[in-house]
């Protein structure tokens, strides 16, 4: 019995030992959680001022397409003046030709105003890209030292692991339903599966326990379960 409760409370302690490096390691999570939210609202403002680059990126070509379609029809028209014969029909077409001056002219005013637009946005993206990496140039130094205590303790992690599978071969070994019944607890509520008993009662929920109970556990004598919480008993050497 006494070697029994031994094994338990060698395998409980490599089990706290994994416990507590996996809080170790959750606890790096809001911080590079943190750290990626930062870095995602300047990658969203730099999608944002993108799209607005290429909308008006298209804006400005669609403006230069019809100006080019104008021009050409403005040719056409003063090569057509050129060969007229009539004095009417060439006083239609000056007439065409100056109304089409003036659309072409307010196109070309548009377009102006384009190419400042597209330029204005062209340099917000280059100072949300330079404000991107910047954030991400800040981040770094603190990223690494993240980077390398986890990776610290994902290998304290990783031996305290092999210990515990260790522990519960141990086991195992000799009494298979022991062990399942230590994972069974575990499994339950109780963050542990052992607890230690507290004066006259359960160490973990502090229910009180049978006086004849507690001086068999106390006596080493049995694995008393609590009846309250299901947890294993023990009493201190
Ligand atoms: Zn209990």
């Not at 809001?30 to 939210?37: F, N, Q, S, T």
Request: hydrophobic fraction near 40%.
């Amino acid at each position: 019995m006494q070697s029994d409760l031994k094994r338990l409370l060698t395998l409980q302690e490599a089990d706290r030992l994994v416990m507590s490096i996996e809080a170790e390691i959750q606890t790096f999570e809001p911080e590079v959680a943190e750290l990626d939210a930062g870095v995602k609202r300047l990658e969203d403002e730099l999608t944002r001022v993108q799209r607005n680059l290429e909308e008006a990126n298209k804006r400005r070509t669609e403006l230069e397409s019809n100006i080019e379609t104008y021009r050409v029809t403005q040719e056409q028209r003063r090569q057509k003046l050129e060969w007229v014969r009539g004095a009417k029909e060439a006083s239609a077409l000056m007439a065409e030709i100056d109304l089409a001056r003036s659309v072409l002219a307010k196109e070309e005013a548009d377009w102006i105003r384009s190419s400042d637009e597209v330029q204005a946005i062209e340099a917000a993206v280059a100072e949300v890209e330079q404000r991107v990496a910047a954030e991400e140039e800040a981040q770094s130094p603190r990223r690494e030292e993240i980077a390398q205590a986890q990776s610290e303790c994902d290998g304290r992690l990783e031996e305290a692991s092999a210990r515990r599978a260790e522990a519960a071969q141990e086991i195992n070994r000799t009494k298979r339903q022991l062990l399942t019944m230590y994972d069974k607890i575990r499994g339950g509520r109780a963050p542990l599966a052992m607890y230690e008993l507290h004066a006259d009662a359960c160490g973990h929920c502090y229910t009180s326990v049978p006086m004849h109970l507690r001086e068999q556990i106390r006596r080493g004598e049995t694995l008393a379960t609590c009846e309250a919480c299901g947890v294993l008993m023990f009493a201190a050497e």
